[in-house]
């Protein structure tokens, strides 16, 4: 069986299966191959060995890991079941840490011979130096925007993994010393267990694994190897080897960039040069060096391209840069959005093609509902139904004689266009919308950070609950204009689309399961403010005398925000202004949008200290001032980060809270969140305390009895730090345990149910409990 040409191998299913990838041959025996945890008969033969490995071990976690030790504790196996299931299916250890070396262990003949010829292909793989040891290879799957199936690497430098099936070609090598930390969770799929490998700087990547033993197996192996080279650190011996491996990685550099800067026309590939001879059968083609990518792909032809996009000025504002770099480059761009943007599109000598809806009606009901929340879906459901219909009716025929289409997602009808087109379709965005545990969708940021498997679902949730929303009125516009059958997410397979972020890596670097065709480009920006701008005489004066004061000149403004009271916003920001004695310029958007609704509204009156402003490039104004008071959205925010001024977010909705949280992670400004005084007004921490204090009470008296060497309840639940106790090999109530262990497990009484290390002694207390008794024996002795 050839595991590369199967998508899912579930090592469970077979009884006697001999795999082979490109590395190695292994066979995997019948009785190795286990589903649900090994069989009595493969513990009592497994025993003697694994239990002396974990005497050793036990020593190893003893004098260096807790978190290890906290993640036994809550194993799907017992310690014995993890320690024997070494040559397993899917699984393959080469090379053990000396702490894990049995005494005694017979030396298998061939063995050393096979690790060598596996190490020399790993590190062949990964161009990795001879120094680096391959202890343990594992089959499973990364998750990225979709799960890739490959093999895991663990070395005593680095973790690392391969993808096996054909056409994908990811490698990934991650430093140990960059690795924060393991932990497992339930697998995204049915019947697979998960794997998160946290890296430092809290980004989080995850692998599913077919068996949780597997799983299991290569979290600890992991686990060991940090705790090693946490050693290594703490030793100094590290730096001496990072040292002479930053040498030789700048050597490598070089070299690669003077092979690609040194012509070599027999490496060139045949590509593509025009949209319609890529449109070949072909195995698609991905690139991973963007450098190599724009001088290779450059088509000849020059290429009719759609730029697609609904909402504000934030979402335009990218694509007219965009098209600039187009046009320069030969291309003949055009922009479909709402009529609003028109001429400021014509303005920059990019065609125009209109599309339906209202822009500040949008904002409207974004603002006022929240994104997604029940309400929104309600209102947006009774209010844009018929939006939408002219939506997708007028971007059909926006997008007509098109090579290429690119598309903000939020317009919803681009991939059915481009599939009827039978056209190159790329996805652009100002926020994340693609799978990730790295961040949450960009409309469902919660108040704290709630980890990866929140980030992850709330894009699932997002994509499930916005395509059912508008799934009937899209299939009835596929088969009635379009010519198109119905559609499905499944068929639609949307994370499968390129995209472009036009947001800069530095301010939402892009996570590792990102796949490759998902890019994080940098900002477009478009500057409005270059030489040809002439500033307004008297907002020069207005800078110069505030300058001249020695006060501080602060701009607030709140982009395409509607809010429902304009002059409420509009007395906050002037008495804000002068508690805090500052100048501002104030771009008051908000209430010209209501102009026309509420024409008879008086206005609130200015103070001198403020100067009113319609649209300044903020390119050209945030260069001017001390600090920028503004909405969070992705372009402003883009604006004053680039201009290197404090940054003030006051957001309202959408994406807004995503980048108030991205600066302030940054630390290079704060979000202002909502205040809700109510929620400390219903608090009574005085009461709270002394119920504390009472429901507490027997607990702590029986801490008290339990200093004194006698915990007065065996069943107390037990906690993390009492695994870190497990003592050494030499301790005689170690070596009681472990023999009690193994008759235990000969009787086959392992107590699975419980999951961990936890088994029944002859009294019928529970292992756990005899732990936790020799726990509190040693911290008292000791
Ligand atoms: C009818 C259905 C029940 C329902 C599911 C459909 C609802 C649609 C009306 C909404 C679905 C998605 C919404 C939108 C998505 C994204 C948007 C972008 C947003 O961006 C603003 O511009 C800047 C750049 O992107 C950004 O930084 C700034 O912070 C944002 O204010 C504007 C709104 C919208 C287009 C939004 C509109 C409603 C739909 C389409
Ligand atoms: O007077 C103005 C108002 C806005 N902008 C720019 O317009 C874009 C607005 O985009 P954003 O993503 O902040 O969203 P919006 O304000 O449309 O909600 C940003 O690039 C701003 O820098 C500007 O240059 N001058």
């Given at each position: 069986m050839d595991i590369e040409d199967s998508q899912i191998v579930d090592f469970a299913d077979t009884c006697k299966i001999r795999v082979i990838d490109n590395d190695e041959t292994f066979a995997i025996d019948e009785s190795d191959q286990n589903a649900s945890g090994p069989s009595l008969q493969n513990l009592v033969k497994a025993g003697a060995y694994p239990l002396q490995r974990a005497a050793g071990f036990a020593g190893y976690l003893n004098r260096h890991s807790k978190r290890m030790s906290t993640l036994l504790a809550t194993e799907s196996m017992g310690y014995v079941e993890k320690v024997s299931g070494m040559w397993k299916g899917g699984k393959k250890h080469y090379d053990e840490p000396e702490g894990l070396i049995a005494d005694g262990e017979p030396h298998v003949e061939g063995n050393d011979e096979q690790a060598a010829i596996s190490g020399d292909r790993f590190r062949d793989?990964?161009?990795?130096?001879?120094?680096?040891?391959?202890?343990?290879a594992y089959f499973g799957y990364l998750h990225r925007v979709l799960p890739l199936y490959g093999k895991i690497y663990i070395s005593d430098r680095s973790f690392c993994f391969r993808s096996l099936l054909p056409g994908t070609r990811t490698k990934l090598i991650l430093p140990l010393k960059d690795i924060e930390n393991v932990d497992k969770e339930k697998g995204f799929r049915f019947g697979y267990s998960g794997l998160v490998v946290v890296i430092r700087g809290h980004e989080e990547i995850f692998f599913e694994f077919s068996q949780p033993d597997i799983r299991d197996d290569c979290a600890i192996t992991l686990l060991q190897n940090l705790e090693g080279m946490k050693f290594l650190q703490e030793s100094g011996l590290l730096s001496m080897e990072e040292k002479e491996s930053a040498q030789n990685a700048s050597a490598e550099h070089k070299a690669l960039q003077k092979a690609r800067l040194e012509e070599n026309p027999s490496h060139e590939l045949k590509l593509p040069q025009s949209a319609e001879e890529s449109k070949s059968e072909a195995p698609p083609i991905m690139f991973d060096d963007p450098r190599a990518s724009i001088l290779n792909f450059k088509p000849t032809e020059s290429l009719r391209i759609t730029c697609l996009t609904i909402g504000s000025r934030g979402d335009v504002q990218p694509y007219i840069a965009l098209c600039k770099g187009l046009m320069a480059e030969g291309h003949k761009p055009k922009i479909a959005t709402h009529i609003e943007f028109k001429d400021w599109v014509e303005s920059h000598g990019i065609a125009f093609e209109p599309v339906a809806g209202d822009p500040a009606e949008l904002m409207r009901i974004c603002v006022e509902y929240g994104m997604f929340t029940y309400s929104f879906l309600r209102e947006a459901s009774s209010k844009f139904r018929g939006w939408i219909d002219g939506l997708l009716s007028t971007s059909w025929k926006a997008c007509q004689g098109s090579d290429v289409l690119i598309e903000s997602p939020s317009a919803m009808a681009g991939i059915h266009i481009a599939e009827a087109l039978e056209i190159p379709y790329f996805r652009a965005f100002t926020m994340p919308w693609t799978r990730t545990r790295a961040y949450p969708h960009a409309f469902a940021v919660p108040e704290y950070k709630l980890g990866g498997s929140y980030n992850y679902m709330t894009y699932v949730m997002f994509d499930n609950v916005f395509w059912k929303s508008i799934a009937g009125q899209v299939n009835r516009w596929r088969k009635n204009e379009l010519g198109l059958q119905s559609t499905s997410l499944e068929k639609m397979q949307p994370n499968k689309v390129p995209f472009l972020y036009n947001f800069s890596p530095s301010v939402v670097p892009p996570p590792l399961d990102f796949s490759d065709w998902i890019r994080v480009?940098?900002?477009?920006?478009?500057?409005?403010?270059?030489?040809?701008?002439?500033?307004?005489?008297?907002?020069?004066?207005?800078?110069a005398k505030a300058r001249s004061d020695g006060k501080k000149l602060v701009y607030i403004g709140f982009g395409s925000i509607v809010v429902q009271d304009s002059a409420a916003l509009t007395r906050t920001v002037v008495d804000s202004v002068v508690k805090a004695d500052v100048r501002c310029i104030l771009s008051k958007g908000w209430s010209d949008r209501l102009e026309k609704k509420d024409a008879n509204k008086i206005e609130v009156k200015l103070p001198v200290e403020i100067y009113p402003i319609k649209q300044v490039p903020h390119d050209w104004l945030f260069s001017q001032i001390d600090a920028a008071v503004h909405h969070g959205g992705a372009g402003t925010t883009g604006a004053s980060l680039r201009a290197g001024i404090p940054t003030i977010i006051r957001p309202f909705f959408g994406d807004q809270y995503f980048f108030g949280s991205r600066?302030?992670?940054?630390?290079?400004?704060?979000?202002?969140?909502?205040?809700?005084?109510?929620?400390?007004?219903?608090?009574?921490?005085?009461?709270?305390?002394?119920?504390?204090?009472?429901?507490?009470m027997e607990y702590a008296k029986s801490l008290i009895k339990s200093r004194k060497g006698k915990p007065s309840d065996d069943n107390i639940e037990d906690s993390e730090e009492s695994w870190t106790f497990i003592g050494d090999e030499n301790d005689p109530e170690l070596v009681k345990r472990i023999h009690n262990w193994d008759s235990v497990a000969q009787l086959g009484t392992l107590n699975r149910k419980n999951e961990g290390l936890a088994g029944s002694d002859e009294s019928g207390n529970s292992i756990e409990s005899r732990f936790n008794q020799k726990a509190s024996l040693q911290a008292d002795t000791g």
């Open positions: 793989h990964f161009a990795l130096p001879e120094t680096e040891k391959l202890q343990a480009t940098g900002y477009w920006f478009l500057d409005e403010g270059g030489q040809d701008f002439q500033p307004d005489k008297d907002l020069m004066d207005f800078i600066v302030e992670d940054m630390g290079v400004g704060i979000a202002v969140k909502k205040i809700n005084p109510e929620y400390w007004a219903q608090e009574n921490g005085v009461n709270t305390a002394i119920q504390s204090i009472y429901r507490d």
